[in-house]
């Protein structure tokens, strides 16, 4: 928790009570709380109405009532820096400037509400695109039950923060007033010319659909933003790689033992493939939490990502990892240690067929040189990243069972979101639904009228 600190201010009687968060040199940051009190009070060592006014064993009934004034007050003011401690905590992410404004937004709206003059409410949402991803950032970062919202996860909060950069280099002055159809065909022509993917764009154009959304209660926003159609998952230039059963096979069978740093990754690729665990939840696994029931395990946990209660069966191989460590999980890594150590694995393990992908390349960008993916042919290790274990069980189980079962393992809420796993090509799975088409026509003897 932030560390706040009280301390009186003033001349005159009785002294408002001020706050100060200083983190650092750098940050100095101190405002008014709503509370005041006679300087003849103020324990400034302890930060509050001087405890030792209180008479214990009171018994005349304006000794008990002051007594419960002072308790009273100290109280609400400890629930003050504890909330505002809290508050400072859940939005360390955002930059100095940023905390302030937040801070003050903060105090205001929570404390002196009723101060706030009617036109100045009018403008708690901040006009300029850049500052109310701060704010809705701030705002978001706080679950709110009254709504069922749940606190924005950190990688949510990174996204915001990535369209921030990008907007902030695009046209820092833009305001969401001004956002409409022409916008988004110049920032989409702004996004290709600096090479990003269309999956990127369509999720940028998402994000600012919503902030537009959020901000429409203190501003006139443009109607066709709300019209505008946006793509989730846009047909995929390349498709993504899983590996197959086979080569999940020579993974388990690989002798590693004389390089502990890449059988530890390869054993938590093989729990990842049979898991279907994101990485986020994948290095959170604990042994402590594993539950046995009719001699099969299982791992109950909240996912990291969607805060949704789930569960996941341990597969055998998982077992005979377990077994194998003494019953521990691999030691966790890095997850950019891990990308590169499967890399490594699978060259080991012979994935060496160059096959289509695209893999981040630094390529020249006007004056400047910037990470893109890049269509080409590579060889297949190259291509392996953590999200392949995801992949991989949802390929290589979705001809053996009906996705409604698999979504058990994986936890997608629907099919259509678990069939954007599975990597058959498009090709075969065309194949798949023509032979499915002819035989549904066979077997109905139609053809035979």
């Known amino acids: 928790m932030a560390e706040i600190n009280l301390f009186l201010k003033g001349t005159r009687e009785p002294k408002t009570i001020y706050y100060r968060y200083r983190p650092s040199r ?83 709206h929570n404390y002196f509400g009723h101060k706030i003059k009617e036109e100045k409410k009018k ?22 039950p009254t709504q069922g919202l749940d606190a924005l996860a950190e990688n949510t909060k990174e996204s915001f923060i990535t369209l921030k950069n990008k907007i902030s280099e695009y046209n820092k002055n ?70 197959t059963k086979e080569q999940v096979n020579v993974l388990e069978k690989l002798d590693l033992t004389d390089n502990e740093r890449l059988d530890n990754a390869r054993d938590w690729l093989i729990i990842s493939c049979y898991s279907a665990l994101r990485i986020s939840d994948l290095f959170k696994l604990d ?13 109950p946990f909240t996912e990291t990502k969607t805060k949704k209660q789930h569960s996941i069966w341990l597969f055998p191989s998982i077992i005979k990892i377990l077994k194998k460590r003494k019953w521990r999980f691999p030691k966790i890594i890095s997850s950019q240690k891990y990308n590169n150590y499967i890399k490594e694995v699978c060259k080991i393990a012979g994935f060496t067929e160059e096959i289509e992908g695209a893999k981040r390349i630094k390529i020249p960008i006007g004056k400047t040189e910037k990470e893109r993916m890049v269509k080409g042919v590579y060889p297949f290790y190259e291509l392996v990243t953590s999200h392949i274990g995801r992949r991989t069980f949802a390929t290589m189980f979705s001809n053996e069972f009906e996705l409604h079962l698999l979504r058990k393992q994986t936890g997608h809420s ?36």
């Open 26 to 108: 750098q940050i100095d940051l101190n405002g008014a709380t709503p509370f005041k009190i006679h300087s003849q009070h103020w324990d400034k060592e302890k930060q509050c109405w001087n405890e030792a006014e209180i008479v214990k064993g009171a018994k005349l009934a304006e000794v008990k009532k002051k007594n419960l004034e002072i308790t009273n007050f100290n109280d609400e003011l400890k629930k003050f820096k504890i909330n505002l401690s809290k508050h400072i905590s859940d939005n360390l992410s955002l930059k100095s400037e940023s905390i302030k404004e937040s801070i003050n937004d903060y105090v205001n």
């Open 174 to 243: 833009l305001k969401v007033t001004e956002i409409n159809n022409n916008f988004r065909t110049m920032f989409i022509q702004w996004l290709n010319n600096k090479q990003y993917s269309a999956s990127i764009q369509s999720k940028f154009i998402k994000q600012i659909k919503l902030l537009c959304k959020f901000a429409e209660s203190e501003y006139e926003i443009k109607k066709d933003v709300a019209h505008w159609k946006i793509i989730n998952n846009p047909p995929l230039v390349i498709e993504k790689i899983s590996f």
């Open 123 to 144: 403008n708690t949402i901040p006009e300029n695109f850049v500052k109310l991803i701060d704010h809705y950032i701030s705002i978001r970062s706080t679950p709110d």
């Open 414 to 449: 629907d099919d259509k979101m678990l069939e954007n796993y599975i990597t058959t090509s498009i090709k075969e799975k065309t194949t798949k639904e023509s032979i499915a088409l002819a035989k549904a026509f066979q077997e109905s003897g139609i053809l035979n009228k």
């Open 287 to 299: 042994v402590d939490n594993i539950v046995c029931q009719e001699d099969l395990y299982f791992y």
